[in-house]
Nanobody
């Protein structure tokens, strides 16, 4: 699996951005795809996740009502505030049959993109 993020940039508070995750190699496999963010010196934080074969989408409490998946794996981010400033990554792992709701735990994910920077100021 190869992942390439794009769409980051600088916006003012209250603004919007759409992050894209170009994923190759997933095919029709059962896969969890998540968006994560990290500020330098801090732990990587799960933002949103979905199962490529259906099931509910999952969002961190800090972004509920503001971030949503759109057009596949894209992450639509509205109402951005300075606390959303971070490097954003998409990541995947092959989901066993027991998983229908994907986790937001970074350690569960195996393949990672290079990230795209989001700055809100």
């Amino acid at each position: 699996v190869q992942l390439v993020e794009s769409g980051g940039g600088s916006v003012q508070p209250g603004g919007s951005l759409t992050l894209s995750c170009a994923a190759s190699g997933i095919g029709y496999s059962r896969t969890c795809l998540g968006w994560f963010r990290q500020v330098a010196g801090k732990k990587r934080e799960g933002v949103a996740a979905l199962h490529t074969r259906g099931g509910g989408k999952v969002y961190a409490d800090s972004v509920k009502g503001r971030f949503t998946f759109s057009q596949g794996y894209n992450l639509q981010m509205n109402g951005l505030n300075p606390e959303d400033t971070a490097m954003y990554y998409c990541a995947t792992f092959s989901a066993p049959l027991s998983i229908t709701r994907c986790p937001l735990t970074p350690d569960d994910y195996v393949a990672w993109g290079q990230g795209t920077q989001v700055t809100v100021s």
